[in-house]
């Protein structure tokens, strides 16, 4: 079954539908692309997936410890790359409330970091850098 209908609107842009909840995201080419930059572009997804995905898990593991993650804020910057041009670094920047977390809740939370499916299913090439400010 499809998990994701998407319809090319013209210059650049995509219209992308979740079937199961329709739910819809627009994507732009960047400037620097002959897009207007409008949108998250494909590129910027990746790099968005890439942390929401490792959020997702650790927000699974907080809840299976009782850990409170409510209001972690994520700072993602996407470095891209020339011949051939792709996305060469995502730096995510992990910024948890200040909620008195133990050194133990900590390293639960930062242990697993790599472990979700977005970052174990891109290229080993990506670079994929880490920051954790509690």
């Given at each position: 079954?499809?998990?994701?209908?998407?319809?090319?609107?013209?210059?650049?842009?995509?219209?992308?539908?979740?079937?199961?909840?329709?739910?819809?995201?627009?994507?732009?080419?960047?400037?620097?692309?002959?897009?207007?930059?409008?949108?998250?572009s494909p590129t910027d997804m990746l790099a968005t997936a890439l942390g929401n995905c490792i959020m997702t898990i650790m927000g699974i593991k907080a809840m299976d410890n009782g850990i409170d993650l409510v209001g972690t804020?994520?700072?993602?910057?996407?470095?891209?790359?020339?011949?051939?041009?792709?996305?060469?670094?995502?730096?995510?920047?992990?910024?948890?409330?200040?909620?008195?977390?133990?050194?133990?809740?900590?390293?639960?939370?930062?242990?697993?970091?790599?472990?979700?499916?977005?970052?174990?299913?891109?290229?080993?090439?990506?670079?994929?850098?880490?920051?954790?400010?509690?």
């Amino acid at each position: 079954m499809t998990t994701i209908k998407t319809t090319y609107l013209g210059e650049l842009r995509t219209e992308n539908t979740h079937i199961q909840s329709g739910s819809k995201i627009i994507t732009d080419a960047p400037c620097d692309n002959r897009g207007k930059g409008e949108a998250f572009s494909p590129t910027d997804m990746l790099a968005t997936a890439l942390g929401n995905c490792i959020m997702t898990i650790m927000g699974i593991k907080a809840m299976d410890n009782g850990i409170d993650l409510v209001g972690t804020e994520l700072d993602i910057k996407k470095i891209m790359a020339d011949n051939p041009r792709r996305v060469d670094e995502v730096i995510i920047e992990f910024n948890f409330p200040q909620k008195n977390y133990s050194a133990e809740d900590k390293t639960l939370i930062e242990s697993v970091a790599g472990t979700s499916p977005v970052p174990l299913s891109v290229h080993p090439d990506l670079k994929q850098t880490i920051k954790f400010n509690w």
